[in-house]
């Protein structure tokens, strides 16, 4: 019985090694199989990553004032009562506050909700002459929809100087409108108030869909509200320690989003915020 438990066991044990041997050997092969390298096979190529239009229209922007003698300033998207409100010439319970409610995180600590706080940040911390802009993004307690957004991006302009003028202002737009939608681009000034500019003008650009003609995007008035601008009021200049009787100055506020969906045709909004790559690979 000893002998042939003997025999059974090494026969056993043969039929096992063999069977590995050919199982490793079988997987050997197909691995080489599999992992053959063709060199000749065409490359893939990687998918190269540009800046997204909104940024890439904001870059546009901030070239051309530089090109025209601007600098760029910077400040906090937090801000407080007195950047907010106080010093840029709000009365207190002025109606104006609540075209711009904005995300409060207490009574007096907010997310700005325009880049004109950093007008004031810049004069006390600069003497005249002052000549910047600011872009930056801003936030409204807006309900979001093909036209708004909680969250943009504005740029402030400021200039400071002795004798100027809103004929300065003007030309000045001018000459960012003909830089960005070519030199046929007209700009229309129409009354409008904001608390820190006196006197204070809505400015519209001549259609840049249909050139002034009248079209769907224009609502057939030939004329695309931008921003908003005027002359800085005296009393800023006097809250940030300037003269105001020796100096003057313009300033202007624009939406980001607004110019890059006019230059590309795009009429929603939230399209730029959707990190969708069917969207953002045509640009
Ligand atoms: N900050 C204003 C807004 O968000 C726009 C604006 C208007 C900016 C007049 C200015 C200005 O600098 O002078 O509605």
Redesign the pocket.
């Known amino acids: 019985v000893g002998q042939l438990c003997n025999q059974v066991q090494s026969a056993l044990e043969e039929a096992i090694a063999s069977r590995e041997a050919a199982l490793t050997a079988e997987r050997e092969q197909s691995a080489q199989k599999e992992e053959t390298l063709d060199v000749t096979l065409p490359g893939r190529t990687p998918r190269i990553g540009r800046k997204h239009p909104l940024l890439a229209t904001l870059d546009d922007v901030v070239a051309i004032f530089l090109g025209l003698g601007f600098r760029v300033a910077e400040g906090p998207e937090v801000e407080n009562h007195y950047y907010s409100w106080e010093a840029l010439n709000y009365p207190d319970d002025h109606p104006a506050m609540d ?2 409610m904005t995300f409060y995180i207490n009574d007096n600590v907010m997310m700005r ?4 706080t950093v ?1 004031i940040r810049y004069m006390q911390s600069h003497e005249p002459p002052v000549r910047v802009i600011v872009p930056g993004r ?1 936030f409204r307690r807006d309900t979001v929809d093909a036209t708004h957004c909680h969250t943009f991006y ?1 740029t ?3 200039l400071v100087d002795e004798g100027v003028t809103m004929a300065d202002l003007r030309g000045t737009l001018e000459a960012f409108a003909h830089g960005m939608y070519g030199e046929r681009c007209r700009v229309r000034f129409r009354p ?1 108030f ?1 608390p ?2 006196e006197p ?1 003008a809505e400015f519209a650009l001549s259609c840049t869909i249909c050139g002034g003609e009248g079209c769907r995007v224009c609502s057939h008035t030939g004329w695309l509200e931008v ?4 002359m ?1 009021d005296p009393n800023v200049l006097a809250n940030v320690g300037y003269d105001p009787d020796r100096y003057t100055g ?5 939406g980001i989003e607004r110019i890059t969906m006019l230059r590309h045709g795009i009429d929603d909004i939230r399209l730029l915020y959707s990190g969708d790559m069917r969207f953002l690979g045509q640009f």
């Open positions: 075209e711009q909700s325009q880049t004109s007008q801003c504005q402030e302009g400021l409008d904001f820190f500019t204070s921003g908003g601008c005027g800085v313009y300033a202007f506020g624009f």
